[in-house]
């Protein structure tokens, strides 16, 4: 198993551009989630998703939208970008149901800075 | 919502000591508590973690402790080695099955931790 996979590594966006980043997991995970890791700070939800066609807002979901189609993939789309979305993107995923680890596996992370 | 406090926001040891990492939550409900260790340039990866109905776990080297009463819990590392330095992170989440919470963590702040040889 990849796990979960993200790209890209590393994106420079200029103010104003979109892009989307790209998040998947090949161990059939019900439950996926992105989070922004800002210098100094600890990891905040931006968006999950609990299965395909379903996702939800997180703790910092403005400037960003999410969709699931499939249980494989989460991207994430980021609309008239700006700098305080300069940051570190990490997908997460995990099982998801009653009786399975709640532990959440971590893709490697998009470096994102706009300028 | 919960917010998770993380305490010191660095710690330097020498190799062989001992180290300890605090967190308070502030919601009562949460029932689960992982500690994840980030390494540079890369993800968050779980290293122990503790449900409520539980007060400590351990795994080698590796112990948490978890005060319910009070709010709070711990990691500590016994022994410490150069490779145990990297960014430790504490969490916290309400799970429960068939619940609406599905698991998202609120994270604490980080802890540099430094392991010198």
């Known amino acids: 198993n990849a796990g979960v996979t993200q790209t890209p590594k590393f994106r420079i966006l200029k103010i104003g551009q979109s892009m989307t980043l790209q998040c998947a997991q090949d161990m059939n995970h019900n439950y996926m989630y992105w989070y922004r890791q800002d210098p100094g700070m600890g990891l905040k939800l931006i968006y999950y998703s609990v299965g395909a066609g379903i996702t939800d807002k997180g703790e910092v979901p403005n400037g960003y939208n999410v969709s699931r189609s499939t249980t494989e993939d989460f991207p994430l789309r980021l609309e008239l970008a700006a700098p305080s979305q300069t940051s570190v993107y990490f997908c997460a995923s995990r099982k998801g149901l009653a009786g399975f680890s709640y532990e959440q596996y971590f893709g490697p992370g998009t470096r994102l800075t706009v300028t | 919502g919960e917010n998770v406090e993380q305490h010191p926001s660095t710690l330097s040891v020498q190799e062989g000591d001992s180290a300890v990492i605090k967190c308070t939550y502030s919601?009562?409900?949460?029932?689960?508590f992982p500690w994840y260790k980030q390494e540079l340039g890369k993800g968050p990866q779980l290293i122990i973690d503790?449900?409520?109905?539980?007060g400590e776990k351990k795994d080698q080297r590796i112990a948490v402790t978890l005060n319910k009463t009070a709010k709070h819990f711990s990691l500590h590392i016994t022994e410490t080695q150069p490779e145990d330095s990297a960014v430790y992170f504490c969490?916290?989440?309400?799970?429960?099955?068939?619940?609406?919470?599905?698991?998202?963590?609120?994270f604490g702040q980080g802890t540099i931790l430094t392991v010198h040889p």
């Open positions: 503790i449900r409520s109905n539980v």
């Open positions: 969490a916290a989440s309400i799970d429960i099955a068939g619940g609406t919470s599905y698991g998202k963590l609120t």
């Open positions: 919601d009562s409900a949460s029932n689960y």
